[in-house]
């Protein structure tokens, strides 16, 4: 388990996985007054938290699937990602991609943080990759049964 330190300007809960086996942890809207969200619109939501990742770690933040299958909300940028030198609040890139206008209420869970560790690379150029049995192929190369 890594340890993430986290402010919390909002009256909410901090961020929590809701089953044990879950990957993710509910994020909640931090909002002054609801946001009504018009078809195909988007808007960046407030949540009240700022967090400082240990260096090698990011945070995902990805949609939930209730929100995205029932009311037709997802986000924009999806997974976005926080940097561990990030420092600002966590906003959430909300869309409507229903055709109803849709309301976004404080304290509503409206997306989900997954907290991961990450490598980085050192470029080695090459002139020729290994074969592997794929190849070159690429979406649909194995067929559609």
Same mark, same amino acid.
């Not at 919390?8 to 996985?17: A, G, K």
């Not at 304290?107 to 997306?111: D, K, M, P, S």
């Given at each position: 388990?890594v340890?993430?330190?986290?402010?919390?300007?909002?009256?909410?809960?901090?961020? $929590?996985? +809701?089953?044990?086996?879950? &990957? =993710?942890?509910? /994020?909640?809207?931090? @909002?002054?007054?609801?946001? *009504?969200?018009?078809?195909?619109?988007r808007?960046?939501?407030?949540?009240?938290?700022?967090?400082?990742?240990?260096?090698?770690? $990011?945070? +995902?933040?990805?949609?939930? &699937? =209730?929100?995205? /299958?029932?009311?037709? @909300?997802?986000?924009?940028? *999806?997974?976005?990602?926080?940097?561990?030198?990030?420092?600002?609040?966590?906003?959430?890139?909300?869309?409507?991609?229903?055709? $109803?206008? +849709?309301?976004?209420?404080d304290?509503?869970?409206?997306?989900q943080?997954?907290?991961?560790?990450?490598?980085?690379?050192?470029?080695?150029?090459?002139?020729?990759?290994?074969?592997?049995?794929?190849?070159?192929?690429?979406?649909?190369?194995?067929?559609?049964?």
């Open positions: 388990m340890q993430v330190q986290i402010i919390n300007r909002s009256p909410h809960l901090l961020p $929590e996985y +809701q089953t044990d086996g879950a &990957s =993710g942890m509910d /994020i909640r809207a931090w @909002l002054p007054e609801p946001v *009504t969200l018009k078809p195909m619109e808007r960046l939501i407030a949540t009240g938290l700022y967090i400082a990742l240990p260096a090698g770690f $990011e945070a +995902q933040i990805r949609p939930r &699937s =209730g929100l995205a /299958i029932k009311r037709g @909300l997802t986000l924009i940028n *999806t997974p976005g990602t926080i940097d561990s030198d990030y420092r600002g609040e966590v906003m959430v890139p909300m869309v409507n991609l229903s055709g $109803e206008e +849709q309301v976004i209420t304290g509503e869970r409206i997306a943080m997954i907290v991961s560790k990450y490598e980085k690379v050192s470029w080695e150029t090459v002139d020729n990759l290994g074969s592997t049995t794929r190849g070159a192929g690429g979406f649909g190369h194995s067929g559609t049964n």
